[in-house]
């Protein structure tokens, strides 16, 4: 009895050290749905690998699901999610990620449509998901005239699907405005 009792002991605190080792947690029990997500984290278009990272799925900022690590001889090969909802399709889904060495949480700039029991990705093929680049407004990993000009339709009121907001705002001011424009202009010139 009294090693049943210390075994149990034991993996209850191992599970209390495995979610204090998570920056975020999901309540599977609180969700209709679910849909599956195999998905490689990109960082300036290059893949990230070891385990310095973790990646969350997001519906709005309430976290829909947490990314588990799968490595392949030591480097990252992908992480598998159970994505969750309680409305069977529709919901945008989108990505964060945690650099635990330097404790910052980032958005990514990928994004999904929620539908229940969907695959995405798959362990051989996983769904890359990339950091947002600043300047690069259209995601299309390159800083160029393009971005400038996307910013500076976005100021004059035209709507773009592909415009990354969060990529348009150099100046962190929360606004977009031609000061953006002109540190859009003074980065692609550094080049």
Not at 7 to 28: K, P, R
Not at 104 to 115: A, N
Not at 161 to 179: C, G, P, Q, R, W
């Amino acid at each position: 009895m009294r090693k049943l009792i210390i075994s149990f002991i034991f993996i209850l605190l191992s599970s209390i050290t495995v979610d204090a080792q998570t920056h975020w947690s999901c309540n599977q029990y609180s969700f209709q749905y679910d849909m599956t997500a195999y998905v490689s984290l990109q960082l300036d278009g290059i893949p990230a690998t070891g385990s310095n990272y973790e990646v969350a799925a997001f519906c709005g900022d309430e976290c829909r699901g947490v990314g588990e690590l799968s490595l392949i001889n030591g480097s990252a090969s992908y992480y598998y999610l159970r994505i969750r909802s309680n409305v069977a399709s529709g919901e945008k889904i989108v990505f964060k990620y945690f650099n635990k060495s330097t404790s910052l949480e980032s958005l990514s700039r990928t994004s999904l449509s929620f539908v229940s029991d969907k695959l995405t990705g798959y362990p051989s093929s996983p769904y890359p998901i990339a950091n947002i680049i600043m300047g690069d407004v259209s995601g299309d990993g390159v800083i160029s005239t393009f971005d400038a000009v996307m910013t500076v339709q976005r100021i004059l009121g035209a709507y773009n699907d592909t415009f990354i907001e969060k990529a348009a705002d150099m100046s962190l001011d929360n606004v977009i405005s031609t000061y953006d424009v002109v540190l859009i202009t003074n980065k692609i010139l550094k080049k």
